[in-house]
Each structure stands twice: as structure tokens, then as C-alpha cells.
């Protein structure tokens, strides 16, 4: 047995990291060469026959066509893996092994064997050239150790052993890296790649637990993707060697379909698979109730009624069998059954829809006037929102400041002779043209709009002035900047209010008796709208949502939300209405242990 080469999966700190994601798709790319694949999950627990717990106790459990029952970390892979078929064998737990060892003495009325020799059936394996070995748990817990050291016992070291851990776990309501510190400690088996999702800079208060040879990639959190996110930090890792924009598409837009009926995440964790594979990207599942923007809704059990008419997939997710299950039926490269039918109709009922309209910036002319008017001092939303603004960022001086929508680089300026380094991100190149012509020397610029716009550092703030309103996958951005942001960093957000968006024919005032009035028209109907400025024929498109939306999104994507600012102007025209507003959110501070 010690000849036995195999990839050994491990993770830390607490359930759901990602290892079963990691386990299947190092499993994906070996199938993808040719490699003939065995895939086994070793549950370090006194575990019975999975077909008899509840998900709610357990998880989702997957009873195949072959009549095996099999956990969601085994349908994973089945769903990934080209050619790969689960059976009870891929299955293990150290219960299960235990119990067929004093049968087997009882049998054979033997001397009882040592605990150790009786965990020889759960690493036996048969022979593959590729072995991936999946450890469930967590390091640092006495069932992992004996599993990694029956491993160690009766099949040798591994020839590459991946640990996935979180760097930050919220104890007493604070983040803290001490769950990874004590983890790693704690692992018998020296990893080769480490894996880590959370906070960059908390990666600094690992460096003591971390040996030298063993290779750290951090990874980006990417809650609607995290495929694709996993799959990335093995490309790093050098693990991975498929093209990930091909493997695992990101769909520029999300439409959210909301599963009503769910008891939690892993009740229904092959529905969200397919459901974000299966759509390219394109759709971005999640557990109800429906909101303002969803699109379709898969309705669990005897929740139809939930449904409020949009196009809906009842299904019946207590039954155990795959054959009455449909949305257990196909795999990632092989799409079929009633589930992959009905998203792909959904994908293309929306494929023809105009989804990011042409910002009206890149047309040389409608810059120019936008930027004489920016620097002349007569654009009201800088008189009205600038000492707010500047009031909630605080002291600026030796941080580093994301300036997401920077346009002729008017806040990078001001934040740099207060002494702060800056990237200023702007997708109009005449916008983009005008700031390094005056800051090149002061501020790195990255041409990319929100949307497409993937950090590669650390901030300790963002500003997105005036440019969010001109996004449609709003929660896809703000988890992106949540991610690059330290642990207490800020968002500061200013936008055209929601009062003055809300009208979808575009005419914001009505003259009535008394003078003219803002109209509020289409206020809950999110979506995008149009408007012109400055007598120009160019369209400017803004996507309008509620005070509510923006709210919830700013939770959705993980932050405190610290203020919301409301200025109204002194200038009857507004009528004693804002018109702009300013939204400040924080990331919870991290205690450095």
C-alpha cells in the first residue's frame, strides 16, 4: 500500500471552506487530461448510513442511480468530474470503518486489533492514476489526526497534500485569525499549497504557524462563484492549468433567482451548483424570499403560493432518489433533465436584453462639457456632497485609497496632497485622458469600468463618487470592493438620489400652480433609466433602486452600514428634496489574534 500516490485535501476553522470545492476540481483537471480518477471523501467522524439523516442535520445527501447514498462533497465531484461515478465505495467515514473491523473479529474470532489497524479499510485504496483524497473536518480535531495518521500508517505520505482554511472566523462578535493559528499548529502533515480566503493582510498573523516550503495563495471571496473563485487560486498555485474565463464563465450580470422554501444552504447545495454552472454565470441563486429584482423562483415542497407569478420550478427536494429528483439529473458538461431545460430557458429569455448601456463619457464632446463644468465649479453635486464626503473619510494620510469612477481625477488629487496613495479607476478614456495628464507622476490608473474591474491590492478605503448608479450587478461589485478593503476600511458611495431616478420616461419635474415639483413616478420598479445633461443629445443611463435595495445590497455584500447622508440644497428649485445622497459602509475591524 505505501507505494499508493495520492493528493491529499484538507481544510480548517469551520465547515463549508471549500475544500470539497478544491478536492473536485483538482479531480476536473486530471480527468481533463486523460487521468483515470478516484475521488474518495474520508469523514473523520462515527458516522452511520448517510441515507438516514435529515439535510437539516447533515447536509444535503444525493442517492445515485446505482442506488448509493453519497454526501454533497461526492456529487460535487460527480457533477464535475468527467466520467467519474459514485459509488458507496467514495463514501468513507471512520465510524463505518470501525464497525467493519469488529465485525470482521467477531467473525473471524481474532484478538481485537489495535485502533490504527482497524482503520486499515479506510484508506485501502484501489489502483488510479490519480487518487484525490478528501479529509472532512477540521484540522486540529482528534478524529482528523487519526485519519491523517492512518494515512500516514498504511498508504505513506502524500505526493501533494492542499489545506484550505479561512483566515478570519468571528468569535464574540469579532473577527479573529486564532481558529487558522491554532489549526495549523495542530495539522500532523506538513501541506505543500496553502489556501486562504479571507482578509490579505490577516495573512500576516499566520507567518509564525506557515512553514517555509509550503506555497500560500490567497482567495479572492466570490460567494456567487466560488468555483471560479477556487479555481483561480489553483491556477496560481500552479495546480489548475485549464483557462478559467472557459472553465467557469462570469456572466457580466446576475439575474437572482430566489429559492423559497429552503431550511439552508447545504439542504439545497446541488440545486445552487447547477443552477450557477449550468447558467454560465448568468443567474446568481439564493435562499429567499423574492425581492424587487428577482427573475424566477424555484419553489421547494408547498411553496408555490410564495412565487408572486414569476416564471417558477416546483420541485419536491425531500425525495432522496436521483430518478425523482431532477434537479440531480446531468452533470456540468452533459446538461439534461427538467432543471438544465428550465434554466436554459431562463438564460435565454434574457440573452437579447440591452444590460449596460454606452456611457455617454467616452463621446469626446459630452466629456468636454462635463469637464468644463467639473472644473469650473458649477456641477452641483460637488457643492452640495463634497464636505460630507471628505468629513466621513476621516485622516486620509499615509492610506491606501481606491477611487472607483475616479473621471478627470478630481478626489485622487485632493487625496494625494493630503497624503494618501492612490488607484484611480475610470472606463472613459477622455475622462481617463484628462487625470493622467495631471496626476501620472501621483496616482497609478487602471482604464476598467466597476463591472469588469478586479482588485489587486489592499485598501484602506474606496470612494465611489458618483459612478455605482451606473452598474447593474451591484452586489457582484460591492462584494469585490468588501474583499479588497482591511478589516475596518470604508466605502463611501454618492449617487443621484433614488427620489430624483425613480421616473422611467425620464421627465424629473412638473409645473403645477404653486411652481415646479420633482416628480416620483416607477419608484419600486428598479431598473435602468435615462436622462440627458447639458442640453447634450447624448443619453446618460443610471440604474435606479430603492433607498431599501441599496441598503440591503450593502448588507448582502458584507458591511456595516455607518450613515446615510441626505443633504437638501438651499435652491427652491429642488423643492426641499435631495438630490443626491451620500452612503458610508465600514467592514468589520479584525483584532489582529
Not at 24 to 42: F, M, N, P, S, T
Not at 46 to 70: K, N
Not at 446 to 475: N, Q, R, T, W
Not at 502 to 526: H, I, K, M, Q
Amino acid at each position: 500500500m505505501r507505494s499508493t500516490s495520492y493528493t491529499l485535501v484538507t481544510g480548517s476553522v469551520h465547515a463549508d471552506i471549500g475544500k470539497g470545492t478544491v478536492a473536485a476540481l483538482l479531480a476536473r483537471a486530471r480527468a481533463k487530461r486523460g487521468e483515470r480518477i478516484l475521488y474518495v471523501k474520508i469523514d473523520p467522524c462515527l458516522q452511520g448510513p448517510i441515507d438516514q439523516m435529515p439535510s437539516s442535520a447533515f447536509g444535503e445527501v444525493v442517492r445515485t442511480v446505482s442506488g448509493h447514498s453519497i454526501d454533497v462533497d461526492v456529487a460535487r465531484a460527480q457533477f464535475l468530474v468527467p466520467g467519474f461515478v459514485a459509488t458507496d465505495a467514495h463514501q468513507r467515514s471512520l465510524g463505518r470503518s470501525l464497525s467493519g473491523a469488529l465485525v470482521a473479529w467477531h467473525e473471524a474470532h481474532a484478538p481485537a486489533p489495535r485502533l490504527l489497524d482497524g482503520l486499515a479499510s479506510l484508506v485501502r485504496f484501489e489502483d488510479a492514476s490519480s487518487t484525490i483524497v478528501e479529509v472532512g473536518g477540521s484540522a486540529g480535531e482528534p478524529e482528523h489526526a487519526l485519519v491523517l495518521d492512518a494515512l500516514r500508517r498504511h498508504v505513506g505520505p502524500p505526493s501533494l497534500h492542499v489545506h484550505v482554511t479561512g483566515l478570519l472566523h468571528a468569535l464574540g462578535g469579532r473577527p479573529t485569525s486564532k481558529p487558522a493559528q491554532v489549526a495549523l499548529h495542530a495539522l500532523s502533515l506538513v501541506p505543500d499549497v496553502l489556501l486562504a480566503r479571507g482578509d490579505r493582510r490577516a495573512l500576516a498573523s499566520l507567518a509564525g504557524c506557515i512553514p517555509v516550503q509550503t506555497h500560500v495563495v490567497s482567495v479572492d471571496e466570490d460567494r456567487h462563484a466560488p468555483e471560479r473563485a477556487m479555481a483561480q487560486a489553483l491556477v496560481e498555485a500552479r495546480l489548475f492549468d485549464f483557462d478559467v474565463d472557459d472553465e467557469f464563465p462570469r456572466g457580466r450580470t446576475l439575474d437572482e433567482v430566489a429559492i423559497v422554501g429552503a431550511e439552508s444552504d447545504e439542504s439545497v447545495a446541488s440545486l445552487l451548483l447547477r443552477l450557477r454552472l449550468w447558467s454560465r454565470g448568468r443567474l446568481r441563486p439564493r435562499l429567499g424570499p423574492v425581492r424587487a429584482n428577482t427573475i424566477a423562483v424555484v419553489a421547494l415542497g408547498k411553496n408555490a403560493e410564495l412565487t408572486h407569478g414569476l416564471p417558477t420550478f416546483v420541485l419536491d427536494n425531500r425525495a432522496c432518489d436521483c430518478e425523482q429528483r431532477p434537479d440531480w439529473v446531468g452533470t456540468y458538461d452533459e446538461p439534461e433533465g427538467a432543471l438544465a431545460a428550465w434554466v436554459a430557458e431562463r438564460c435565454a429569455t434574457h440573452e437579447d436584453v440591452q444590460r449596460t448601456p454606452s456611457s455617454p463619457y467616452v463621446v469626446p464632446e459630452f466629456a468636454a462639457r462635463y469637464l468644463a463644468a467639473s472644473e469650473g465649479g458649477s456641477l452641483r453635486d460637488h457643492a452640495i456632497l463634497d464636505e460630507h464626503v471628505r468629513r466621513a473619510m476621516g485622516d486620509v494620510r499615509g492610506r491606501h485609497i481606491l477611487d472607483l469612477g475616479c473621471g478627470s481625477g478630481r478626489w485622487s488629487e485632493r487625496l494625494t496632497d493630503e497624503g494618501a496613495s492612490v488607484v484611480g479607476v475610470e472606463p472613459a478614456r477622455p475622462m481617463l485622458a484628462r487625470a493622467r495628464t495631471r496626476l501620472s507622476e501621483r496616482v497609478r490608473f487602471v482604464e476598467a469600468d466597476a463591472e469588469s474591474y478586479v482588485p489587486d491590492a489592499i485598501f484602506d478605503g474606496v470612494l465611489a463618487s458618483m459612478s455605482l448608479d451606473h452598474v447593474e450587478s451591484l452586489l457582484v461589485v460591492l462584494e469585490r470592493l468588501h474583499a479588497c478593503l482591511t478589516p475596518g476600511g470604508w466605502l463611501i458611495v454618492t449617487t443621484e438620489h433614488p427620489l430624483r431616478t425613480a421616473s422611467r420616461d425620464g421627465l424629473r419635474w412638473t409645473d403645477e400652480a404653486e411652481g415646479r415639483s420633482a416628480r416620483v413616478r416607477d419608484y419600486g420598479a428598479p431598473g435602468w433609466r435615462a436622462f440627458t445633461w447639458f442640453d447634450r443629445p447624448e443619453v446618460v443611463s443610471v440604474f435606479h433602486r430603492t433607498f431599501g435595495q441599496w441598503v440591503q445590497l450593502l448588507r448582502d455584500a458584507g458591511f456595516d452600514l455607518v450613515e446615510v447622508c441626505e443633504p437638501v440644497s438651499s435652491d427652491p428649485r429642488d423643492g426641499g428634496n435631495p438630490r443626491f445622497w451620500m452612503l458610508h459602509a465600514q467592514t468589520l475591524a479584525f483584532d489582529g489574534s
